[in-house]
């Protein structure tokens, strides 16, 4: 399937610290023409599933510009440049929540959405979460961490109480790991 596209050129559009938008133009042999597909540049991203000694879920009630509402989410973030994923997944884990762990372990990766974003979000399991560390959550970041069942996150998840697609994507990988 791939040999039938063809790769006319790259255009940036726009850049910023965050991201990069491109028009790539190609070229499909299955239309028999050409046109350009916009595709967001960005870091690849981090998303931490923290389990307490108790059994509970630490997630973060966090309020996002891009639908002006409050989420509810497990805690995670970009991955800073050169470093590794799992450097970023504690990382990001006590930032957010003050929560450290002893047992981080790597579940899996996503693709956010390959249909425009170039990234990659890496998920992984905290073990042992103990709230001992210390929030220092990023200047416009505005979090509060929540400690909830496993029976409660996977009813806010059926019933739309958690609607972030990547929170959704991790719970899905870590319920495969039971």
């Not at 929560?99 to 992984?124: E, Q």
């Not at 069942?149 to 719970?171: F, Q, Y």
Request: overall charge negative; hydrophobic content about 35%; glycine content about 10%.
């Amino acid at each position: 399937m791939r040999e039938r596209w063809k790769l006319l050129g790259i255009e940036e559009k726009f850049s910023d610290r965050v991201l990069s938008v491109e028009h790539r133009r190609y070229h499909f042999d299955g239309a028999g023409d050409s046109m350009p597909f916009s595709v967001v540049r960005m870091k690849d991203w981090v998303i931490v599933v923290p389990v307490t000694e108790e059994g509970k879920l630490v997630l973060v009630r966090q309020y996002r510009v891009g639908t002006d509402e409050v989420t509810l989410e497990f805690p995670g973030g970009a991955v800073n440049m050169g470093e590794d994923p799992a450097e970023g997944a504690p990382r990001e884990l006590e930032e957010e929540t003050g929560y450290i762990s002893g047992r981080l372990s790597r579940l899996g990766s996503v693709k956010p959405n390959p249909a425009f974003l170039t990234n990659d979000c890496h998920a992984y399991l905290a073990e042992g979460c103990e709230a001992k560390g210390m929030m220092q959550p990023d200047p416009f970041e505005d979090v509060e961490p929540v400690e909830l069942s496993l029976d409660e996150v996977k009813e806010l998840a059926r019933n739309g109480g958690i609607n972030h697609s990547i929170t959704l994507g991790a719970l899905a990988i870590y319920l495969s790991t039971l």
